[in-house]
């Protein structure tokens, strides 16, 4: 972009005025693009980072190309509020940080919007989970059990979340509702809600709270939504509670024992006066699954937890693990059963009963 006034124009040229990174866009098998400053651009591709060639004139073409965004998609820019989120025309996701909080140089990061939904045989093929893995969250979907996606950034999250939407029956009212949006759902009676937060215009920011709050009045048979980084959390829960069965969302933890850690910590930013022990049961009876994914050292994203959520016994809340992954044995299953699958057979799903005893592989 050449000035602060020129805006990503919605054609199949647009890419065009990104300049040294427009190859980059347009490369499907590249999954991020890291702009630190004018000379330094990195790209993310199958699951590698690494330095490219392309660089720009100066760091005022970044900051010109960085207002110019800002002010299409109706952001406030400036040394008051340097930082902010918004999405490329393809849906892809952007992200700029500015001088003065950006102490070296204006820094730009795209995380590239794929064109379409994985299957769960492409995350089979991919090695991110097996067939026998698969099976078994289909289960989860189908029983309508609240499941929590814990990993870090970059781990594959949204990925999976899709994939576990897809499992939900055709004929369910589903409600999502992100920061931006990036699950591909193709059911017929679904809802997508995006939040609204620091705008040029005047009207009042609508948070993902706000939009969880709203989504209960809209008849939801489940409710997904994107990431819970805060306060929303307690509202996510709260729907989980008020039989919302079979709601998913997903945030940013190391393990899944952390997810719940953290969980905790997001409800207490909200509601800093319920005792412990009541907060630790609302979550224990919320939340029945915990899958952690993680991108490995390989690039390969693969998921490596997955944990029942039981109940609350002495102010702990009880967990044991279901499935683990590890370098030496892969995939491998620990032989306990659930007590959440009485849910299958409730539903109606033919569920092995020896599916937990049989030797794994």
């Known amino acids: 972009m ?30 991020e693009i890291m ?12 699951g590698l980072i690494k330095k490219t060639p392309a660089k720009y004139n100066s760091n005022l073409d970044l900051i010109k190309l960085a207002h110019g965004l800002a002010k299409w998609n109706k952001h406030t820019i400036d040394p008051e509020n340097p930082v902010y989120q918004t999405t490329l025309p393809d849906g892809s996701r952007i992200h700029c940080v500015l001088p003065p909080v950006a102490i070296d140089w204006p820094t730009i990061t795209i995380r590239k919007h ?12 991919n090695g991110t989970m097996d067939e026998k893995i698969g099976y078994f969250l289909n289960c989860c979907v189908a029983a309508r059990l609240n499941i929590l996606v814990c ?17 939900i029956p055709s004929y369910e009212r589903i409600i999502t ?6 699950l591909k759902l193709k059911n017929d009676n679904l809802i997508r809600l995006e939040s609204k937060t620091n705008r040029l215009d005047s009207s009042k920011d609508i948070t993902i709270g706000d939009l969880v709050r709203n989504a209960l ?21 709260t729907a989980m509670n008020t039989g919302h069965e079979g709601s998913m969302t997903t945030l940013h933890a190391n393990t899944a024992r952390d997810g719940l850690r953290r969980l905790e910590t ?21 939340v029945d699954l915990i899958i952690q994914i993680n991108r490995q050292a390989d690039g390969k994203r693969r ?12 102010d702990v809340i009880l967990t044991q693990d279901i499935f683990g992954w590890n370098q030496k044995e892969g995939f491998r299953s620990f032989g306990l059963v659930p007590r959440f699958v009485e849910k299958f057979y409730e539903r109606g799903i033919n569920f092995p009963k020896d599916f937990f005893s049989n030797k794994y592989k």
């Open 35 to 46: 702009i630190n400053g004018a000379d330094k651009i990195f790209i993310e591709k199958n």
């Open 303 to 314: 998921i490596v937890e997955i944990m029942e959520v039981g109940g609350l016994e002495s």
């Open 114 to 125: 794929s064109l379409g939904a994985k299957s769960h045989t492409q995350l089979i093929t």
């Open 266 to 286: 997001m409800v207490l930013l909200k509601q800093t006066d319920v005792p412990l022990k009541v907060m630790r049961h609302h979550i224990s009876t919320a």
């Open 151 to 167: 990993g870090g950034t970059g781990s594959g999250k949204t990925t999976l979340l899709n994939v576990l939407s897809s499992f």
């Open 2 to 31: 050449s000035s602060s006034d020129s805006l990503p124009k919605k054609n199949s040229d647009w890419r065009l005025q990104f300049g040294p990174i427009a190859e980059y866009l347009k490369d499907s098998e590249i999954t």
């Open 177 to 182: 509702i992100e920061d931006t949006v990036e």
């Open 217 to 237: 009045r809209m008849r939801p048979d489940r409710i997904i939504v994107g990431e819970c980084r805060g306060h929303e959390a307690f509202d996510m829960l």
